[in-house]
């Protein structure tokens, strides 16, 4: 039997609904999917809480005032959770960049910031791809990527969830902690082509003349999930040479995903799950939880 290609709601489902938000989450779900990739930031408090900057993004989030914010920040790392209630994240700022790329998204006005418990208790049956997001660029923005994994895995276990997760970071130490102290958490590899060049950076290791996949093979990854555009036929053979299953980011496109598919990528993320939903003769389908 062929296994089911998967389609993953990428901060949800951003291109109809607030990312990164339990409503947007929520929705989603009603739609149909059942996959989705979210953001992890750490506040102040220790909490993992569902957000993609490191900073406050002026575009999505309104203060306590109602009023968008004039410029980014504070850190999130800054705030506590209960400071992070104060703020809106349920619309994008008219005549924004973002809302220029993503017309149709529904808005969910007076949507919070979410824990990661609270997320994984409302939807528990969906089943989520855990960035970490952590920038070896800017240390002092965030807790550190072995830090954060470690705080993601608790709230996983207090919420039942640790079988429906994946963990997953362009900053590679997170992951790696993880095959280290839990090797039974499923993790992900995620490059673009500027990660790739500053491998040493992004990875903690030299790239020492290995393709990505190889690279990735030797973290004992299952999962390599590459920039789609950037990516070549041959890589993706190459990578199921290697045992790795392949699911790349962002794909919006009904057509980049059959593409993908036919190259042996066992899914993709996508803002657009919904492109995918259709149960038509050679179209693509989410997975059920």
Known sequence: MAREFQIIGHRGARGLFPENTIEGLR??????????????????????????????????????????????????????????????????????????????????????????EAVLRALPRAWFTIELKTDPRRPELTVSGPEMAERVVAVAEAAGAVERIRVQSFDWRGPRHLGRVRPDIARAWLTEPKTVTAAALWWGVERAGRSVAEAVAAEGGDVWSPEHASLEREWVAEALRLGLTVIPWTVNEPATMVRLKEWGAAGVISDRPDRALPTASGRLRAPQE
Not at 29 to 46: K, L, M, N, P, S
Not at 55 to 80: E, Q
Not at 83 to 99: E, H, N, T, W
């Open 27 to 116: 929705a989603a779900a009603a739609q149909g999917a059942g996959r989705f990739e979210v953001d992890i930031a750490v506040t102040a408090d220790g909490v993992p809480v569902l957000y993609h900057d490191l900073t406050l993004n002026p575009d999505i989030t309104r203060g306590p005032d109602g009023a968008w914010l004039s410029a980014p920040g504070p850190a999130l790392r800054a705030l506590t959770v209960k400071a992070l209630q104060g703020f809106d994240v349920g619309r994008i700022k008219p005549g924004s960049g973002y809302a220029a790329r993503f017309p149709e998204q529904s808005p969910a006005d007076g949507a919070r910031i979410p824990t990661l």
